[in-house]
């Protein structure tokens, strides 16, 4: 690994900056250099929002990603039609294929299909989507270990919400399986 860039995108409230955040802690754990960039749309929850995340052996120049995504992880139809461009060729694209209904029109791309929204529905709670999407990521680059997402994940939610640590390890071992 010497640097992956991520453009993380969805709606509002589908969780895309605390996944960019928990990507970025993670890489901070491993004393890797990390840069996450969070932008929000107009509308806030419901509109579209995405963030860049940059993790690197060497040290990170600039924070803004343009037409130059190692990754792409997009969790709704507005953000593939948006980003499907900027991934390199030869670049990963994870889709949610619980809401976005048609296919990537590249082929230049590994482009990785996942049923995030039902899986969690089957692990008990619609919110951990967005951790099955970062598992099957993880899966894919070995960027950070899941041990570390999952050591962010207690220093975010702190001892008040430890009880749901469980669920969203489930998740992120789920998402790996998908694209296994």
């Not at 992956?4 to 250099?33: H, P």
């Not at 997009?74 to 991934?87: A, W």
């Not at 670049?91 to 995030?116: H, T, V, W």
């Not at 570390?148 to 220093?155: C, G, P, R």
Request: glycine share 8%; charged share 25%.
């Amino acid at each position: 690994m010497a640097e992956e860039k991520i453009i993380m995108a969805g709606f509002g409230g589908q969780g895309v900056m605390s996944m960019g955040q928990l990507l970025t802690y993670a890489g901070m754990l491993e004393d890797k250099n990390v840069s996450w960039l969070p932008s929000y749309g107009p509308e806030m929850r419901g509109g579209t929002a995405n963030c860049s995340v940059i993790v690197s052996e060497k040290q990170v120049g600039s924070p803004v990603i343009t037409n130059d995504a190692t990754s792409a992880i997009v969790m709704n139809l507005p953000s593939l039609d948006k980003f499907e461009k900027d991934v390199v060729e030869g670049g990963n694209l994870l889709i949610n294929e619980s809401l976005i209904e048609r296919k990537a029109e590249r082929s230049d791309l590994s482009i990785y299909y996942i049923k995030a929204n039902e899986i969690a529905n089957e692990i008990g709670n619609s919110k951990v989507a967005n951790m099955v999407m970062l598992g099957a990521y993880l899966e894919l680059t070995k960027i950070v270990k899941v041990e570390s997402v999952i050591e962010a994940l207690k220093k975010v939610f702190g001892p008040a919400k430890e009880h749901l640590v469980p669920m969203n390890k489930e998740a992120l071992e789920r998402g790996a399986e998908s694209i296994k």
